[in-house]
């Protein structure tokens, strides 16, 4: 057997958890269960028969960058069933700081969100992240995806697949919450490009997000489940409700991640 590996999750300092997960529901416009604290995904985590998984945080202010990028750290030392994903801000003096010092404390990657920071996914100020990551091999895992902006829409990820070539991103909520369909169309077929589930199965019916999984194939979609924003349990139902193939199962729960974040669990 395998160890199952949920991509895509969120966790915060005791101290403000809370605080910070009730601002995202009141972004999306939800009410949040969870609390987004550590203990609390692994109680959580556990409960759903996950073992292992990539935690993450995101800065809105440049300010925010080392600090979030030392917590996830640490947080990850202390808990060897997490790997973590640093984050980066457009509007920070330095990336090339930002990013060797996520190097040097052993994270995996990046974790953008251009709806929440505040920027297009083509606007030039994130090419030099774009550019860093790409030369350091550092993945990104981006949300992508939001009826009620234009910042992270999927034709803005186009150029810069294109134009980083050899820039691995993982394009979250199946590459365009809530337009999943016509991401799906638009994205498909990029060799840099990975999707995850999280925050889609909710609102797809089963053939609805087996029909995109064919699109972008079993070989480039990672399981997440987004906590806090939802029950793992219920998400890793939903994934089960799909009866995919075993082949094709331990792809998406396992290989593709261990894959794409350079895991050896």
């Known amino acids: 057997m395998y160890p199952v590996i949920d991509s895509h999750c969120h966790i915060y300092p005791d101290k403000i958890a809370e605080r910070a997960t009730a601002a995202t529901g009141d972004f999306y416009h939800i009410s949040i269960e969870y609390d987004g604290k550590v203990s609390t995904l692994k109680r959580e985590s556990e409960k759903a028969g996950i073992n292992f998984c990539i935690v993450q945080s995101v800065a809105t202010t440049p300010q925010q960058v080392s600090s979030i990028n030392r917590f996830i750290a640490e947080s990850t030392a202390e808990n060897k069933c997490f790997a973590g994903l640093g984050t980066l801000h ?85 590459g365009g919450w809530s337009v999943w369909k016509a991401a799906a169309r638009q994205l498909h077929g990029y060799n840099n490009l990975y999707v995850d589930t999280s925050s889609s199965l909710y609102a797809l019916k089963p053939e609805e997000a087996r029909e995109i999984i064919s699109l972008y194939t079993e070989d480039r979609v990672l399981f997440g489940t987004d906590f806090p924003m939802w029950n793992q349990s219920e998400e890793m139902n939903r994934y089960k409700a799909l009866n995919l193939s075993p082949e094709q199962n331990e792809k998406i729960l396992y290989r593709n991640a261990c894959r794409v974040f350079k895991l050896d669990i």
């Open 90 to 174: 457009p509007e920070s003096e330095n990336q090339e700081r930002d990013v060797n010092e996520i190097i040097s404390l052993g994270l995996k990657g990046v974790k953008l969100h251009p709806d929440i920071q505040g920027f297009r996914i083509d606007d030039d100020r994130c090419f030099k992240i774009y550019e860093l990551c790409e030369k350091k091999g550092l993945p990104i895992l981006m949300h992508t995806g939001d009826c009620r902006y234009d910042y992270s829409n999927p034709d803005r990820l186009i150029p810069v697949l294109e134009n980083f070539y050899r820039l691995i991103i993982v394009g979250a909520h199946f």
